[in-house]
């Protein structure tokens, strides 16, 4: 569709994220190209992560309209609650990349 479209998708993303992340107390940042990544300071466990993830996936995955097009798109996240995690910001990185990638494994169907 074109780099034009990419980055308005990238914008648009990037705007729900912030929103739906902030309105639980956090930040979020675009690391870079597709990767974001979402801080809760105060967060109070892995329950609350859950639900951040779950607002975060419902958010993105709300029709986007760009020109006349309308663009769907999925996200694949990973959380590490930081208190169950190694102290060092790479090593806790590095847990929440792997997390994400768990989560891209297609499950199979009962």
């Known amino acids: 569709m074109g ?9 648009i993303v990037g705007a729900r994220l912030r929103q739906t992340v902030t309105a639980a107390g956090g930040l979020a ?6 990767e974001f990544i979402a ?12 639900m951040l993830s779950a607002d975060v996936q419902t958010a993105l ?3 986007m309209e760009i020109g006349d097009r309308t663009i769907t ?8 609650y930081l ?3 190694p102290t060092a ?4 990185m590095q847990a929440a990349d ?3 990638y768990r989560n891209k494994v297609p499950r199979p169907r009962s």
């Open 29 to 34: 940042a675009r690391l870079g190209g597709d």
């Open 98 to 100: 792997s997390a994400m």
């Open 3 to 11: 780099h034009t479209v990419g980055d308005e998708v990238l914008r």
């Open 89 to 92: 910001m790479d090593e806790a």
């Open 61 to 63: 995955t709300v029709p």
């Open 73 to 80: 798109i999925g996200a694949s996240i990973g959380t590490v």
């Open 83 to 85: 208190e169950d995690a």
């Open 39 to 50: 801080v809760l300071e105060r967060c109070t466990g892995t329950a609350e992560l859950a």
